[in-house]
C-alpha cells in the first residue's frame, strides 16, 4: 500500500544552520500529491508546503521542498534554522485531487539550539 | 486563515462511557476527517467523510467508533462503548475538495 518514509525521529542542530529532513515515498499513482505539515507543541498541524510537480521547487515561509518522481522523495529543506523551526514535521502523500486519504509519515522533530 | 472548531477541548470519561467529539468545519468545505494522535506518536488516519457517507476508513476506525454530520450541523465523531487505548487527541480535519486539509487544535480524550 501506500506509504510514507521519514528516517529521522529527531534532528537536533544549531541555530543558523541548514535543515535538510528526509522524505521518501511509495505509491501506485503516478500523479500523487506530496505535503509537508508543521505542528507546533500543543498546536494542531499546519500546511507548509505541497506539490505535485515534479522537479518543481515550492517554497514558503523560508522553507522549500522539490519533489523528485525518478526518486520517489520530497526532501524539506531550509538555509538557515530559527529557534521558532523547533517542531513536529509531518511528511504527508494523497494519491492525487481525489481527497479521500491523506497518509502521514512518523513525523521528525526538529529541535533547534541557541 | 480559514478554521476549523473542536469541542470540547479535553473529555475526560470513564472506561465503557459513550463519548461525542464535535468538530465545526471551515464552511464550504466538502470533506471532513477525523485522525487520532497518541501522546508522542505519530497522527494517524481514521476516516474521511464526503457527501453523508464514509468514504475510506482505517483498521484504527473500530466498530465501535461512528461518524456523522446531520443536516450541516457539527460532523461528529462517537465512540461507543470506550476503551483505554482510545486515549488520545482527535484531529478533524476539513477539505474545500482539494488534499490540503484544515486542522482543527484538537480534542484530547482521557479514558480512565
Known amino acids: 500500500g501506500d506509504s510514507v518514509t521519514q528516517t529521522e525521529g529527531l534532528v537536533t542542530l544549531t541555530e543558523g544552520l541548514p535543515v535538510m529532513l528526509n522524505c521518501t515515498y511509495q505509491?501506485?499513482?503516478?500523479?500523487?500529491?506530496l505535503f509537508w505539515y508543521v505542528q507546533h507543541l500543543n498546536e494542531s498541524p499546519r500546511l507548509l508546503l505541497k506539490s505535485f510537480t515534479d522537479n518543481k521547487r515550492t517554497e514558503h515561509q523560508g522553507f522549500h521542498a522539490t519533489l523528485h518522481k525518478s526518486s520517489s522523495s520530497f526532501h524539506l529543506q531550509k538555509s538557515s534554522a530559527q529557534l521558532s523551526d523547533s517542531a513536529l514535521y509531518y511528511c504527508a502523500l494523497s494519491k492525487g485531487t481525489n481527497a479521500y486519504k491523506v497518509i502521514f509519515g512518523k513525523g521528525t522533530h526538529l529541535h533547534v539550539l541557541p | 486563515g480559514p478554521k476549523v472548531l473542536q469541542i470540547p477541548s479535553h473529555q475526560i470519561i470513564d472506561m465503557g462511557q459513550m463519548v461525542t467529539l464535535n468538530c465545526d468545519p471551515v464552511?464550504?468545505?466538502?470533506?471532513f476527517y477525523w485522525y487520532k494522535q497518541i501522546l508522542g506518536q505519530q497522527m494517524e488516519f481514521l476516516v474521511n467523510?464526503?457527501?453523508?457517507?464514509?468514504?475510506?476508513k482505517s483498521k484504527l476506525f473500530k466498530d465501535q467508533f461512528s461518524v456523522e454530520r446531520p443536516d450541516g450541523s457539527y460532523f461528529t465523531l462517537k465512540i461507543q462503548p470506550t476503551a483505554l487505548e482510545d486515549s488520545a487527541v482527535y484531529f478533524c480535519?476539513?477539505?474545500?475538495?482539494?488534499?490540503?486539509?484544515?486542522f482543527g487544535p484538537g480534542t484530547r480524550l482521557t479514558v480512565l
Open positions: 467523510f464526503y457527501n453523508g457517507k464514509v468514504m475510506e
Open positions: 480535519a476539513s477539505s474545500p475538495g482539494l488534499p490540503e486539509q484544515y
Open positions: 464552511s464550504n468545505h466538502l470533506y
Open positions: 505509491t501506485i499513482y503516478s500523479n500523487p500529491f
